[in-house]
């Protein structure tokens, strides 16, 4: 269906990687109870809520600009989550309908994805990409010395990855574990004393907190695991820093190698998926020089 041109007005529904949906009114001064069909309602929040002035996007199916204010009501979107990451890689659908008789998704106009998002003197503007930019984004085969595949084709907050990435083919359930943190250092390092795994069993997995202030939050990389006090140290501090008691869920790392990691700690060496002897950038400058 189509909207009627006299009433006709934008709608934009932000989806985040851990199912969190923010519904923003984004044309219209007061919220609006949008039909879902079937007798269901939801609420679309306007005026006070969102000060959203212009979505700017190209016919042909590139990029886009959203510019909007902060979101004050703390059950909506706010200067923390922002920064914290909760909206990273969010998807984003726009559609438009006629106010007086609002439905969802009436008439869609596009699909994007949330990109960088700037904080520009308590405005953010958020860029998006279309799925045209999608499509131009490098797919071709990846030769390296190290694997080029995700462990166990699987990230813990985004779910089974796509199947260029997909070829570790080793069951994640055997792989990832959970626990309570018994001590903290600091938002990337911290402990649970209770884990029995050997050294380095975690070395560049992945953590993500389940119950706390972080839970929600995009997953880190493990940089390093010591069986000794269960120390856990991540590539990047979690937002908030986490306290005892806090639950997580953490995978088996992969350093990618294939005769340390492949072979040696999965013994899933027929699954490698680099050239463990294609030679560095250095080696072939070398032969080049001479």
């Not at 008789?101 to 008439?107: A, I, K, M, S, Y």
Request: hydrophobic fraction near 30%; aromatic fraction near 12%.
């Amino acid at each position: 269906m189509t909207a009627v041109a006299e009433r006709r007005t934008l709608m934009m529904r932000i989806e985040a990687l851990d199912g969190t949906i923010e519904r923003i009114a984004a044309q219209y001064p007061h919220d609006l109870l949008v039909s879902q069909g079937g007798g269901a309602y939801v609420n679309y929040f306007g005026g006070l809520h969102t000060t959203t002035s212009n979505i700017q996007s190209q016919a042909e199916g590139g990029g886009a600009v959203i510019d909007f204010g902060f979101v004050e009501d703390l059950n909506h979107i706010d200067r923390e989550q922002v920064h914290s990451g909760k909206w990273d890689g969010a998807q984003v659908y726009v559609f438009a309908t006629d106010w007086s008789l609002p439905v969802e998704d009436e008439e869609p106009i596009a699909r994007f994805t949330v990109g960088k998002i700037m904080d520009q003197d308590g405005r953010y503007t958020t860029q998006l990409m279309g799925q045209r930019d999608r499509l131009n984004q490098n797919n071709q085969d990846i030769y390296s010395a190290q694997c080029i595949y995700t462990f166990c084709d699987y990230h813990l907050d985004t779910g089974v990855v796509p199947y260029r990435e997909s070829k570790c083919q080793l069951d994640k359930d055997d792989f990832i574990v959970t626990g309570t943190i018994t001590s903290v250092d600091d938002s990337a390092n911290f402990y649970d004393s209770t884990r029995p795994e050997a050294d380095d069993w975690f070395g560049n997995g992945e953590i993500i907190f389940t119950t706390g202030q972080n839970a929600g939050q995009p997953r880190q990389n493990v940089r390093s695991f010591t069986q000794s006090g269960g120390k856990i140290v991540t590539s990047s501090p979690f937002y908030y820093p986490p306290q005892v008691g806090d639950a997580y869920q953490m995978i088996a790392g992969c350093r990618k190698r294939g005769k340390e990691d492949c072979t040696g700690k999965h013994s899933n060496r027929v699954h490698f998926g680099g050239y463990s002897y294609v030679p560095v950038t250095s080696q072939v400058a070398k032969f080049e020089a001479n």
